[in-house]
């Protein structure tokens, strides 16, 4: 039995269909649901976490059906949301408190004492939460998630807004409490996290899973270099064969090339024939933002990248 | 019944170390006491602050009630409702919570008004008639808080939530029975006063401080919390995001 299963889950508010057939299953690993803004992510937890009822499909989180169970689904769960939800007018140690019971946790006292001291936060737990910063709210929020000692962890956005060293702190914890045999369900806007601490991403764009795989898998899958240039003026893509664009944004190029360093040469003379202004050109490996800009600028074609649009309309201007 | 204990213990630390809002929601009910019970010249009674007193209590209560949907209105865009909800407690203890923390709280205020009335020359009665008025006001606390934080569950943002807390509180306030007797209101505000469910609050105190047995009028308020409250109940239990 995996922790969470899924099976053409599906959500429409009134005709926007916000989850689309998903069908998913996570198991004792850091999975993180990638995607744009209103892309489905949040809809998705919220009904994982019983806040809101499928249109359609079904699901179990540690074997509990979510909607005739949810009682028992979310005895097992934790939800921490996006919005960093915890009372400045109480201390630390309150707010942690406040959850132990209501979770009927025994011995709450102790439990909160443990949970504080992991979060790294018994220095400051009896004071108000006001004078907290940023990734103290964030630590005191996972605090309050762990009190139950839950077999699944959602967390909406963990590390939004906070700066780079709380983010690292943020993420330590979670990699710790995946190590312990718990299952994480992550959403998130950062590519660079979801590739280094998760173990498998999925790709979603309105409300349909694009793609799911392991970060490397994924970066493997498409194979190619990647060659990003970056453009001074007008852009046109030269069509150079063997070569790709697959995105364009901020006067920066992304090709995918079959063969990057042979590649390299044919499309800077392409350029310079073609009268583009190239301030550099750059030879890299996939990353996770590729792999995520060649998904869901696929998918998306009136939001994202259309070449033949993008030249029809160029062409246009002349 | 001990997580609802947790749930008011919350919103108790929250309300009295907020310092201001301690104080703030007394100003309004002591100024109509003090302002509108001794200045205004009124000829169907000598004493007009007796007559006006059971009002002002109801209407302290009415603004408490009213602020259960704004604890929970905040409650919802902050996120913790979501929390709350994700939790496997019974969702209507979140409601039970907020029912008994405002009605406790609109007791201690309408108390503190009560103290006020008296130092400003009202009547002193019984400790029957006190425990009446209690009890009275306790039912009215319950049946606006369980409406209010149920309603809230409707809305979408807190000006909403504003503006239908002002576009109910005053038009209750001026239909009800509170400024003035039956007898001197024109006809059509008899009808609609005597429907008002203020009012019922009203004449149930009033008629307490006759030294009469209002059975009838707390049979109603009564009833009306149980309907009410039931209703709620049903809401929470099925309440999504």
């Known amino acids: ?318 | 019944m001990k997580r609802v204990v947790w749930y008011i213990e919350r919103d108790f630390l929250r309300w009295v170390r907020g310092k201001v809002n301690v104080f703030s929601s007394l100003v309004m009910p002591a100024a109509w006491l003090i302002f509108v019970g001794l200045a205004l010249p009124i000829r169907f009674t000598d004493n007009y602050l007796d007559f006006i007193t059971p009002g002002i209590l109801v209407m302290t209560m009415l603004s408490a009630g009213l602020s259960g949907g704004t604890l929970l209105m905040f409650d919802k865009i902050l996120g913790f409702f979501n929390k709350f909800l994700a939790l496997p407690s019974p969702r209507e203890d979140i409601l039970f919570g907020k029912i008994l923390f405002t009605s406790l709280r609109g007791l201690i205020q309408a108390t503190i008004i009560l103290v006020i009335a008296v130092l400003i020359g009202a009547k002193i009665y019984t400790p029957l008639q006190y425990g009446l008025t209690y009890l009275i006001l306790l039912l009215f606390g319950i049946l606006l808080s369980a409406f209010s934080t149920t309603l809230v569950l409707y809305l979408e943002d807190h000006d909403s939530y504003a503006a239908v807390n002002t576009m109910i509180s005053m038009p209750l306030f001026f239909t009800s029975s509170a400024l003035m007797p039956y007898s001197v209101m024109p006809d059509w505000l008899r009808i609609v006063a005597s429907l008002n469910p203020l009012s019922f609050a009203i004449d149930a105190i009033r008629a307490a401080d006759t030294g009469a047995m209002p059975v009838m009028q707390i049979g109603e308020l009564g009833a009306l919390c149980v309907i009410v409250t039931g209703i709620s109940v049903y809401v929470f239990r099925r309440v999504t995001v």
């Open chain 1, 1 to 318: 039995m995996n922790a969470i299963e899924t099976h053409d889950l599906t959500r429409y508010y009134g005709t926007l269909c916000a989850v689309n057939r998903l069908t998913l299953s996570v198991d004792r690993e850091i999975f993180a649901l990638l995607g744009p803004n209103g892309s489905g992510k949040t809809t998705m937890v919220l009904m994982l976490t019983t806040l809101l009822l499928p249109t359609s499909g079904s699901a179990t989180v540690s074997g509990h059906d979510i909607v005739r169970s949810g009682q028992q689904v979310r005895r097992t769960l934790s939800y921490v949301p996006q919005d960093m939800a915890v009372d400045i007018k109480l201390t630390g140690r309150e707010n942690a408190l406040l959850f132990a019971r209501l979770y009927g946790v025994l011995n709450p006292k102790d439990r909160v004492d443990e949970v504080l001291a992991v979060m790294q936060l018994t220095g400051r737990a009896d004071d108000l939460v006001r004078t907290y910063s940023g990734g103290m709210r964030r630590r005191l929020e996972l605090a309050q998630a762990l009190v139950h000692e839950p077999e699944v962890l959602f967390l909406d956005e963990p590390t939004l807004g906070l700066d780079v060293a709380a983010r690292a702190t943020i993420w330590e914890h979670i990699t710790a409490l995946k190590k312990d045999g718990m299952t994480i369900f992550i959403t998130t806007h950062y590519m660079d996290e979801a590739d280094r601490f998760c173990n498998r991403v999925g790709i979603i764009t309105k409300g349909t899973l694009l793609a799911l795989d392991a970060p490397s898998a994924l970066k493997a899958h498409m194979g190619n270099d990647v060659i990003t240039a970056r453009i001074d003026g007008e852009f046109r893509d030269p069509a150079v064969d063997g070569v790709t664009l697959f995105s364009y944004a901020n006067n920066e190029a992304s090709y995918l090339a079959e063969n990057g360093r042979e590649a390299l040469p044919l499309l800077a003379d392409a350029f310079i024939k073609s009268g583009i202004r190239v301030r550099s050109l750059a030879l890299r490996e996939p990353t996770l933002d590729d792999v995520f800009l060649h998904t869901v600028g696929k998918s998306e074609e009136p939001v994202g990248f259309d070449q033949t649009k993008f030249r029809t309309m160029l062409r246009r201007r002349k």
